[in-house]
Structures are given as structure tokens and as C-alpha cells.
């Protein structure tokens, strides 16, 4: 059936629908095109709804393909995150003695004229210099306390100057209840509210509340943008509305320019709520569930998080103790609310149990044995998993963290670089590249930053498999073109995940070096074809 509604334009009777939102209809082309400088500020696939648990969130209004653009947008503030070592409060990025440069006007250190007369640096040089005030900071090697108070400083500067952007700031949640029971909260109290009223004598303008709720704010809805070393925090409108979950279906990303982009990192269907990960995807379910907890003030039961097998991969579980079992220990769950009933793992195979405490020790145990292990190294690398992954199941998250840390050394510890790892070290390399990538596509098919990372490296490995193959002569020549062409099907891949990551970070990086690497690869094929005609035939 056919859905009928009014004319954004006319009011009429209308049929035809925006077909970049789904939500706005007209009678006539001519409509859509007279209404669309009005309308495209507002044309997204989603809609803003309301759940008296989860507070707003967004739904699909269409089917969205995976890779299409959900929201590309700039943040309504930015700026250091609370600990830090001296940034530009310009443009952002570390200083050091000798690039910082202290702003002639207010002192807060700045790169260049361009920024000490950016009006990103307007509230804090405003602030202090209407208090006839100048900061010092000369020491650059360890985070600098003053630099807490610039975020929640930027806030109050556009509460009092920038009612449009206010407007939207403060329709975000801030948990200030949630956030009164805790000791950040005292913290941000003394440090931030109580330095900022008195130092710029604020006292007769603003309460410690309000400067706590700008602290909760941005504490609630920041994301941390890699885009400078240090990174900075950004808070953004529709950004904010989407919601958690460990497997989510959008995947985050920003542009050179500092905006936050959105896309949809799997096929989404009309009406599934749009989702991000606002934790370490890869970490364990009582992990990523505490920092939750700690950062948002939710404990998430997302469906990956009310599974304790997490989608059959295991990543939080442990090997059956008995030596004669090959089963995994498993915990009745890891969203219980009753804390005075102790949790019960129970082997798969032979029905063994151990109780959470047992469990957690064994865990805290490798815990501990991992932070001490040089990450740099492959071989204690090796040796971490060769050991562990009898009291580990195979995707164990500290497993699986080791594994991501390894597929980028082999190769890097050498000056010749993968051409000189041994063929076994070779072969390991695209077999933990296989295992990741099927777990990733698991738990987190949105990543595409994580995703694409891995299938870059398994390239890598099978690339130069097939390089090593042309030392077998003839007999060796098919396989090294089919081997490149196996090359090249994953690095397509690894491309087109990676292709929106800016060049200011690692991952927009690699996709620069997979383009360059793809161009040579077709060089590469065509000649070899050219060259073995008849052979190939
Ligand atoms: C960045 S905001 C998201 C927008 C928010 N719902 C609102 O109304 O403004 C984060 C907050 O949303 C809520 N939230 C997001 N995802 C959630 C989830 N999966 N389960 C429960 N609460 C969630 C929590 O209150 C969290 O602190």
C-alpha cells in the first residue's frame, strides 16, 4: 500500500518521498527542488526518538548500504582533554619550549599568530585577559593541570555568547546525579569549578553546578578525536544522540577538517537503531561493561553483552582447568544485577564449574603476566601465546590483543622489513591476519579502522608469499600470479575500509600506501600477463 502524506511545500495531498531521508514528501518534483536549500540541512536516514531508558536515539528512516554517509557534522565544541600536556589552544596540537608561543594577549600558549588569533582561543583569552590576568606555562613534557578548565571554559563562553549552539549543548545529558556520587565528581569540583570561579572570579556569574554539568557533558558525549598528538575532545549535536552497543552497525570517523563522519559499517534496515561502540570493541565483556559504567553511567545488556559466549567466540572465557577436557568454562552470565549470588562457570564439555572469584583471579593473573611482557617483541609475543592459549580459549580478548600487536611486528623488528622475517614467521603473520579478521567480522563488523588495519597486514604477508614463490622458478610463476591477484583482492578491501580515515592518522596513512601499492600490483599483473602468455593460457 502506498503511503500518502502532505506536501513540505504546498501542504497537498503527496506521494513521492525525499530520497535521502525517507521523511519529507512532495506532490511534485518541482517542490522537492524548490524545498531543498531548506531541507537539506536537516536531510539525514534517520529519525530522533525517545525511550525512557535510553533517553534520545536515532532510527533508520531507510535502508541504509553499507559504506553510505549516515551524518557528517562539525562539533558545537572542542577542545583539550582535561589531562594534558600544553597544547595550541588554536589549532590544537602539542607544544613543546620551542613551538609554543605564548599568546601576547592572555599567555596561554599558542603555535603561531594564525592561531593566537583563531577564534577557537577567543574564550579562554577573553576570560583572562577581562580579569587582567596572563598564564605562564613552561613546563611541556607532563600534563599541565590549568589545561582542565579550557573544555568546560569554551562551554560557559558559548552559554553566554552563542545562544543558537547553547541551545543544542544543553539538550545533551550531563548524568550530573549519577555523577555526584563519585569521586571524579569531587575532583572536577576542586580542580575545575572551584579554579575556574575563582581564578577568572566567575563566582557572581556561574555555580560550581553549572561548570559540573559542562564537565558532564562533555565527560558523557565527547568522543576523542585522534586528528593532533595529543588528541583533542569534541562534542558534536547528532553524534550524540546515537547509541551504544558492542556490536554496533555505524562506524566513526573524522575529516581532516575535525568534523565526526558517519557511515554505516553494515547493512542497516529501516527502523534498527543506529549504534556506535563507545568503548574498546576487542575488550572483555565485564571490561567494556565497567567502563561504561564509569564513563556513561549505563551498564550495557546489548545482545552481545547478554551473551556470555559473545556470538560463540568465547573472547571472556576461560579453558576448562582439567588437562583430559578441551572444553571452555563458561559463566551463567555477565549482566547479573544480584551481586550477593556468586556466578557459576561450568565447562561445555565435561560440566567442571569454578566460581567468578576463581575465574577472575585466573584472569588478573594473565592480566598482570601481559602488562609485564615487552609488546615490542615478537618473540615474547609467541611465547604469551604459545603458553596461554592452554588456559585461554583461542579468541580470548588478552590473546586476541597480543595477536593485533604481533601481525604489525613481524616484520617491523627487522631494517629489511617483512622481506627478512623467516617463512614461518611469514605464515604465522597471515594466519593470526585470518583469525582477527573473522573474529572482527564477529564482534565488530563495523570497525572499519581495525578491519581494514588487519586486512592491510594480510596483505602484506600474502604479497610477499607470492614474492618468495618466483625463487621456485617456472613452477613457482603461477602460483606467484595467483597469489598477487589474492593479494589484491584483500587490499582492495583493506582500501575501501580505510578510504575515509584522514592522513593525519595511522590508518589514513595506510590507505594512502594501499592506493600506491594497488597501482603497483596492476603494473605487476599486466606485465607478468604480457610476459607469460602462453603459460598462463
Ligand atoms: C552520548 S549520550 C546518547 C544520547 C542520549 N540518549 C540522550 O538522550 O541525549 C549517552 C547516554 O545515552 C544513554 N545510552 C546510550 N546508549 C545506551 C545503551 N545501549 N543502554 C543504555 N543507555 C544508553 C546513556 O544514558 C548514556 O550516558
Given at each position: 500500500?502506498s503511503?500518502?502524506?502532505?506536501?513540505?511545500?504546498?501542504?497537498k495531498?503527496?506521494?513521492q518521498?525525499?530520497?535521502?531521508?525517507?521523511?519529507?514528501?512532495y506532490c511534485?518534483k518541482e517542490h522537492?527542488i524548490?524545498d531543498?536549500k531548506t531541507?537539506?540541512?536537516?536531510?539525514f536516514?534517520?529519525?530522533?526518538?525517545?525511550d525512557?531508558?535510553?533517553?534520545?536515539?536515532?532510527k533508520a528512516t531507510?535502508?541504509?548500504?553499507?559504506?553510505?554517509k549516515?551524518?557528517q557534522e562539525?562539533?558545537?565544541v572542542?577542545?583539550?582533554?582535561q589531562h594534558?600536556?600544553p597544547?595550541?589552544?588554536?589549532?590544537g596540537?602539542?607544544?613543546?619550549s620551542q613551538?609554543?608561543?605564548?599568546?601576547?594577549k592572555?599567555?596561554?600558549?599558542?603555535?603561531?599568530?594564525r592561531c593566537?588569533?583563531?577564534s577557537?582561543h577567543?574564550p579562554e583569552?577573553?576570560f583572562?585577559t577581562?580579569v587582567?590576568?596572563?598564564i605562564?606555562?613552561?613546563?611541556?613534557?607532563?600534563?599541565?593541570?590549568s589545561y582542565?578548565?579550557i573544555?568546560?571554559?569554551?562551554?560557559?563562553?558559548i552559554?553566554?555568547?552563542?545562544p543558537?549552539?547553547w541551545?543544542?549543548?544543553?539538550r545533551?545529558?550531563s548524568?550530573c546525579e549519577?555523577r555526584k556520587k563519585?569521586e571524579?565528581y569531587?575532583?572536577d569540583?576542586y580542580?575545575?569549578?572551584?579554579f575556574?570561579?575563582?581564578?577568572?572570579q566567575l563566582?557572581?556569574?556561574?555555580?560550581?553546578?553549572?561548570?559540573?554539568?559542562?564537565?558532564?557533558?562533555?565527560?558523557?558525549n565527547g568522543?576523542e578525536?585522534?586528528?593532533?598528538?595529543?588528541?583533542?575532545?569534541a562534542v558534536?549535536e547528532?553524534t550524540?544522540?546515537?547509541?551504544?552497543?558492542?556490536?554496533?552497525?555505524?562506524?566513526?570517523?573524522?575529516?581532516a577538517?575535525g568534523?565526526?563522519l558517519i557511515?554505516?559499517g553494515?547493512?542497516?534496515?529501516k527502523g534498527?537503531h543506529?549504534?556506535?561502540?563507545?568503548?574498546?570493541p576487542?575488550?572483555?565483556?565485564?571490561n567494556r561493561r565497567?567502563h561504561l559504567?564509569e564513563?556513561?553511567?549505563?551498564w550495557?545488556?546489548?545482545?552481545?553483552c547478554?551473551?556470555?559466549?559473545?556470538?560463540?567466540?568465547y573472547?571472556?572465557?576461560?579453558?576448562?582447568?582439567?588437562?583430559?577436557?578441551?572444553g571452555?568454562l563458561?559463566p551463567?552470565?555477565?549482566?547479573?544485577?544480584?551481586v550477593?549470588?556468586p556466578?557459576?562457570?561450568?565447562?561445555n564439555?565435561c560440566?567442571?564449574?569454578i566460581?567468578?572469584?576463581?575465574?577472575?583471579?585466573?584472569?588478573?593473573?594473565v592480566?598482570r603476566?601481559l602488562?609485564a611482557m615487552?609488546?615490542?617483541?615478537t618473540?615474547a609475543?609467541?611465547?604469551?601465546l604459545?603458553?596461554y592459549?592452554?588456559?585461554l580459549?583461542?579468541?580470548?580478548f588478552?590473546?586476541t590483543?597480543?595477536?593485533?600487536?604481533?601481525?604489525?611486528?613481524?616484520g617491523m623488528?627487522?631494517?629489511?622489513?617483512?622481506?627478512?622475517?623467516s617463512d614461518?614467521?611469514l605464515?604465522?603473520k597471515?594466519q593470526l591476519c585470518?583469525q582477527?579478521?573473522?573474529?572482527?567480522q564477529?564482534?565488530?563488523?563495523a570497525?572499519?579502522?581495525l578491519?581494514?588495519?588487519?586486512?592491510?597486514e594480510?596483505h602484506a604477508?600474502?604479497?610477499?608469499?607470492?614474492?618468495?614463490r618466483?625463487n621456485f622458478g617456472e613452477?613457482?610463476?603461477?602460483d606467484?600470479y595467483s597469489?598477487l591477484?589474492e593479494?589484491?583482492r584483500?587490499?582492495?578491501?583493506?582500501?575501501?575500509?580505510l578510504?575515509?580515515?584522514?592522513?593525519?592518522?595511522?590508518e589514513?596513512?595506510l590507505?594512502?600506501?594501499a592506493?600506491f601499492a594497488?597501482?603497483?600490483?596492476?603494473?605487476?599483473?599486466?606485465?607478468?600477463?604480457?610476459?607469460?602468455?602462453?603459460?598462463?593460457i
Amino acid at each position: 500500500m502506498s503511503e500518502f502524506s502532505k506536501c513540505a511545500v504546498c501542504q497537498k495531498s503527496a506521494e513521492q518521498k525525499c530520497g535521502g531521508c525517507f521523511s519529507v514528501f512532495y506532490c511534485s518534483k518541482e517542490h522537492q527542488i524548490t524545498d531543498w536549500k531548506t531541507h537539506r540541512k536537516d536531510c539525514f536516514p534517520f529519525k530522533i526518538c525517545e525511550d525512557p531508558h535510553l533517553g534520545r536515539y536515532l532510527k533508520a528512516t531507510k535502508p541504509i548500504k553499507k559504506g553510505e554517509k549516515v551524518l557528517q557534522e562539525l562539533p558545537l565544541v572542542w577542545g583539550p582533554l582535561q589531562h594534558t600536556k600544553p597544547v595550541c589552544l588554536g589549532c590544537g596540537k602539542g607544544l613543546n619550549s620551542q613551538t609554543c608561543r605564548p599568546c601576547e594577549k592572555c599567555g596561554w600558549p599558542v603555535c603561531s599568530e594564525r592561531c593566537e588569533k583563531s577564534s577557537n582561543h577567543i574564550p579562554e583569552c577573553s576570560f583572562t585577559t577581562a580579569v587582567g590576568k596572563r598564564i605562564t606555562i613552561d613546563v611541556f613534557d607532563a600534563p599541565h593541570p590549568s589545561y582542565q578548565c579550557i573544555t568546560p571554559l569554551r562551554c560557559l563562553y558559548i552559554k553566554q555568547n552563542m545562544p543558537d549552539i547553547w541551545e543544542k549543548l544543553d539538550r545533551l545529558k550531563s548524568h550530573c546525579e549519577e555523577r555526584k556520587k563519585t569521586e571524579k565528581y569531587e575532583q572536577d569540583k576542586y580542580f575545575v569549578a572551584n579554579f575556574l570561579r575563582s581564578f577568572f572570579q566567575l563566582e557572581e556569574v556561574c555555580t560550581d553546578e553549572e561548570i559540573l554539568r559542562f564537565c558532564g557533558i562533555v565527560t558523557v558525549n565527547g568522543h576523542e578525536v585522534p586528528l593532533k598528538k595529543p588528541p583533542f575532545v569534541a562534542v558534536y549535536e547528532k553524534t550524540s544522540m546515537f547509541e551504544h552497543s558492542c556490536k554496533a552497525n555505524c562506524c566513526k570517523t573524522f575529516t581532516a577538517k575535525g568534523e565526526v563522519l558517519i557511515t554505516a559499517g553494515v547493512p542497516i534496515e529501516k527502523g534498527d537503531h543506529l549504534t556506535i561502540c563507545y568503548t574498546d570493541p576487542l575488550w572483555g565483556t565485564p571490561n567494556r561493561r565497567y567502563h561504561l559504567s564509569e564513563s556513561k553511567f549505563f551498564w550495557c545488556v546489548c545482545p552481545r553483552c547478554s551473551d556470555p559466549t559473545e556470538f560463540g567466540t568465547y573472547l571472556s572465557c576461560l579453558r576448562c582447568k582439567l588437562k583430559e577436557c578441551d572444553g571452555i568454562l563458561i559463566p551463567e552470565t555477565f549482566i547479573s544485577e544480584n551481586v550477593t549470588t556468586p556466578i557459576i562457570w561450568t565447562c561445555n564439555a565435561c560440566n567442571m564449574q569454578i566460581d567468578d572469584e576463581e575465574a577472575q583471579n585466573i584472569v588478573e593473573h594473565v592480566g598482570r603476566d601481559l602488562q609485564a611482557m615487552d609488546k615490542d617483541s615478537t618473540s615474547a609475543s609467541k611465547k604469551f601465546l604459545e603458553y596461554y592459549s592452554n588456559i585461554l580459549p583461542t579468541n580470548h580478548f588478552y590473546l586476541t590483543d597480543v595477536r593485533l600487536a604481533l601481525i604489525e611486528i613481524i616484520g617491523m623488528e627487522l631494517e629489511e622489513g617483512l622481506s627478512g622475517v623467516s617463512d614461518d614467521d611469514l605464515h604465522l603473520k597471515l594466519q593470526l591476519c585470518k583469525q582477527l579478521s573473522s573474529l572482527v567480522q564477529i564482534l565488530a563488523p563495523a570497525e572499519n579502522r581495525l578491519m581494514g588495519t588487519i586486512l592491510f597486514e594480510q596483505h602484506a604477508a600474502i604479497a610477499e608469499i607470492g614474492r618468495r614463490r618466483t625463487n621456485f622458478g617456472e613452477e613457482g610463476q603461477g602460483d606467484f600470479y595467483s597469489t598477487l591477484q589474492e593479494a589484491k583482492r584483500i587490499l582492495t578491501e583493506a582500501a575501501t575500509l580505510l578510504k575515509n580515515e584522514p592522513e593525519e592518522i595511522r590508518e589514513g596513512k595506510l590507505y594512502k600506501q594501499a592506493k600506491f601499492a594497488l597501482d603497483n600490483m596492476e603494473i605487476i599483473l599486466a606485465n607478468f600477463v604480457r610476459a607469460n602468455k602462453e603459460t598462463l593460457i
